[in-house]
């Protein structure tokens, strides 16, 4: 088996977590600056520098050109363009991008901008944040602004990054930037808010740009019972409307899942259901493993956590599972009228050791993506619709919460030089953009 031959293949990164340079060129600050600044995070780094992508991100293209990528999906700071998240618009910020989109294009890159990963500007959040439909207009009027003067070379537009993590783990639980612990209803709320705002943004990109592709990400995992007990059953189906169904239903088919048609009933107004769907031209899906739930009175919806019964795991204790991949796609096909879509994001954290050369053997994480991978190709084989692959992620990276700790790239980073280094997986992804194939590994 083999790839089709316009399949694209890329990475995936986010401002957030490479650009540094958070107070540079009339950058405002984000949640995710006050959320490291009141200790949030695990190991008390913060991304003030992270992997200084700001200042070299050429190198960054021309890592990601010599690797045989033919795309790129890279986020937007919100806060560099609208540095108080409306109102003036910062010429510097959206200068940055303009830079950074002509030099994947002279390096032969499809550029695909992402205009939310999570960096939301502050005056926003202390306004309610995405619990609060007042967000749909500034966002809309950011995607209007960073589009008009992009989309003449950007194609490829992606609204939100995982609104689904966003919400559960930012407003829910509050592990996440803006640390809000609201629950089930902040949760959904949250949901529905993005839900509406991408859209909208979609309408107001369209109509300036009708030739461009318009499309959202979402982290989709298959949600499994944690035993056979027919109450693990309903609360594994209960996640699966919270955690995939009211992003994917909402968009693509203009309704509220059924099983949250109640939940939801304060939050959705009449009418939102036709303004939540929109003919989106690519899907962008992220895959790590699947979600094993079990039925626990208590906590939201519920559920909670139960153990995947796997012998394979990865630095940010994640089971693999590369079934799970193979099931998403098929999902699509199934229930999603088979609709467009590419892996936006998938790849593992593991403890990387550089040998007494500085060179990185991470054999755990090219078996990772070589398994991924046939999930992918099987699915391919099986008509799903699957158009590229994006592996997270171009570079090791702030992890969130996790900080500095938790390595996902194909090219590490020594933080205190900030020197690249392309590990085996680079050199393993490389192959495969390069033949179309997956090559044999040991
Ligand atoms: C996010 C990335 C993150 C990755 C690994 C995804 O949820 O989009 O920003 O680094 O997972 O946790």
């Given at each position: 088996?083999?790839?089709?031959?316009?399949?694209?293949?890329?990475?995936?990164?986010?401002?957030?977590?490479?650009?540094?340079?958070?107070?540079?060129?009339?950058?405002?600050?984000?949640?995710?600056?006050?959320?490291?600044?009141?200790?949030?995070?695990?190991?008390?780094?913060?991304?003030?520098?992270?992997?200084?992508h700001?200042?070299?991100?050429?190198?960054?293209?021309?890592?990601?050109?010599?690797?045989?990528?033919?795309?790129?999906?890279?986020?937007?700071?919100?806060?560099?363009?609208?540095?108080?998240?409306?109102?003036?618009?910062?010429?510097?910020?959206?200068?940055?991008?303009?830079?950074l989109v002509?030099?994947?294009?002279?390096?032969?890159?499809?550029?695909?901008?992402?205009?939310?990963?999570?960096?939301?500007?502050?005056?926003?959040?202390?306004?309610?944040?995405?619990?609060?439909?007042?967000?749909?207009?500034?966002?809309?009027?950011?995607?209007?602004?960073v589009?008009?003067?992009?989309?003449?070379r950007?194609?490829?537009?992606v609204?939100?990054?995982e609104?689904?993590?966003?919400a559960?783990?930012?407003?829910?639980?509050?592990?996440?930037?803006?640390?809000?612990?609201?629950?089930?209803?902040?949760?959904l709320?949250?949901?529905?808010?993005?839900?509406?705002a991408?859209?909208?943004?979609?309408?107001?990109?369209?109509?300036?740009h009708?030739?461009?592709?318009?499309?959202?990400?979402?982290?989709?995992?298959?949600?499994?019972?944690?035993?056979?007990?027919?109450?693990?059953?309903a609360?594994?189906?209960?996640?699966?409307?919270?955690?995939?169904?009211?992003?994917?239903?909402?968009?693509?088919k203009?309704?509220?899942?059924?099983?949250?048609?109640?939940?939801m009933?304060?939050?959705v107004?009449?009418?939102?259901?036709?303004?939540?769907?929109?003919?989106?031209?690519?899907?962008?899906?992220?895959?790590?493993?699947?979600?094993?739930?079990?039925?626990e009175?208590?906590?939201?919806?519920?559920?909670?956590?139960g153990?995947?019964?796997?012998?394979r795991?990865?630095?940010?204790?994640?089971p693999?599972q590369?079934?799970?991949l193979?099931?998403?796609?098929?999902?699509?096909?199934?229930?999603?009228?088979?609709?467009?879509?590419?892996?936006?994001e998938?790849?593992?954290?593991?403890?990387?050791?550089p040998d007494?050369?500085?060179?990185?053997?991470?054999a755990?994480?090219?078996?990772?993506?070589?398994?991924?991978?046939?999930?992918?190709e099987?699915?391919?084989?099986?008509?799903?619709?699957?158009?590229?692959?994006?592996?997270?992620?171009?570079?090791?990276?702030?992890?969130?919460?996790?900080?500095?700790?938790?390595?996902?790239?194909?090219?590490?980073?020594?933080?205190d030089?900030?020197?690249?280094?392309?590990?085996?997986?680079?050199?393993?992804?490389?192959?495969?953009?390069?033949?179309?194939?997956?090559?044999?590994?040991?």
């Amino acid at each position: 088996m083999s790839f089709p031959k316009d399949f694209f293949w890329g990475a995936s990164t986010s401002s957030y977590q490479i650009e540094g340079a958070l107070d540079v060129d009339g950058r405002g600050p984000c949640i995710w600056d006050t959320f490291a600044a009141q200790g949030r995070i695990n190991d008390g780094t913060n991304a003030s520098v992270a992997c200084d992508h700001y200042h070299r991100w050429p190198e960054d293209v021309a890592l990601l050109k010599a690797a045989g990528f033919g795309a790129y999906r890279f986020s937007i700071a919100w806060p560099r363009i609208l540095p108080t998240g409306t109102g003036a618009v910062n010429a510097k910020g959206l200068d940055f991008y303009d830079r950074l989109v002509d030099g994947l294009l002279a390096a032969g890159i499809r550029p695909m901008a992402c205009l939310y990963h999570w960096d939301l500007p502050q005056p926003l959040e202390d306004a309610g944040g995405w619990q609060t439909r007042a967000i749909v207009g500034p966002f809309a009027d950011y995607a209007r602004i960073v589009s008009e003067r992009l989309a003449d070379r950007v194609k490829d537009w992606v609204m939100l990054n995982e609104p689904n993590i966003v919400a559960i783990f930012g407003y829910g639980f509050g592990e996440h930037a803006p640390g809000k612990v609201l629950g089930a209803q902040g949760m959904l709320a949250a949901l529905h808010h993005q839900n509406l705002a991408q859209a909208e943004a979609m309408r107001a990109i369209k109509a300036q740009h009708p030739d461009v592709r318009l499309g959202t990400v979402t982290n989709v995992q298959p949600c499994l019972p944690d035993s056979t007990d027919p109450k693990d059953i309903a609360a594994a189906e209960r996640w699966d409307a919270v955690w995939n169904r009211v992003t994917l239903d909402g968009l693509l088919k203009g309704r509220v899942p059924t099983l949250l048609a109640e939940s939801m009933t304060n939050i959705v107004k009449t009418g939102d259901e036709k303004l939540i769907h929109f003919p989106i031209d690519l899907l962008g899906l992220n895959y790590y493993s699947p979600n094993t739930m079990k039925h626990e009175p208590g906590r939201p919806f519920d559920v909670g956590w139960g153990t995947p019964k796997v012998d394979r795991w990865t630095d940010m204790a994640w089971p693999v599972q590369p079934d799970g991949l193979y099931d998403l796609l098929t999902s699509i096909k199934r229930d999603y009228n088979n609709q467009a879509c590419y892996i936006a994001e998938n790849g593992a954290a593991y403890v990387d050791q550089p040998d007494a050369n500085g060179a990185i053997h991470d054999a755990d994480r090219v078996r990772y993506f070589a398994d991924h991978l046939r999930s992918v190709e099987r699915a391919v084989a099986d008509g799903c619709n699957v158009k590229g692959y994006l592996c997270w992620s171009l570079l090791d990276n702030f992890e969130w919460a996790f900080g500095l700790t938790k390595r996902f790239g194909i090219v590490r980073v020594d933080y205190d030089t900030l020197k690249r280094t392309p590990k085996d997986s680079y050199r393993f992804l490389s192959e495969v953009a390069k033949t179309g194939k997956i090559p044999a590994i040991l």
